[in-house]
């Protein structure tokens, strides 16, 4: 998860680096409570009917749910976001605001 030096000692953190950080300290709650996972959808396609948006929903330990989705298209790689929300109902729906 780090690049290094032909001495093997570490330059920098990739990408994967920084994704684990968001899975396992933001996404998730840190400890060994119990996550529930739940479907999530969202239903942004690209013109060819490509799904652009990848959700996952968990309910953490401390009873805040938590999305994660994740973004991608043939120009740009994917990227992830966590941001801190409360949800009342699933399965969870996301819609592109027009």
């Not at 953190?13 to 684990?20: L, Y």
């Not at 929903?57 to 938590?66: C, E, I, M, V």
């Not at 976001?81 to 996301?94: D, E, G, H």
Request: aromatic share 10%.
């Amino acid at each position: 998860m780090f690049t290094v030096d032909k001495d093997y000692q570490i330059q920098q953190p990739t990408s994967q680096f920084f994704a684990s950080q968001l899975i396992n300290l933001e996404w998730v709650q840190p400890g060994s409570g119990e996550h529930r996972l739940f479907p999530a959808a969202a239903d942004i396609e690209d013109p060819a009917g490509h799904a652009l948006v990848t959700a996952y929903a968990t309910l953490r330990p401390d009873g805040q749910w938590s999305l994660l989705w994740s973004t991608a298209t043939v120009e740009s790689p994917p990227r992830f976001v966590s941001p801190s929300m409360t949800l009342r109902q699933t399965p969870i729906a996301l819609s592109r605001v027009r």
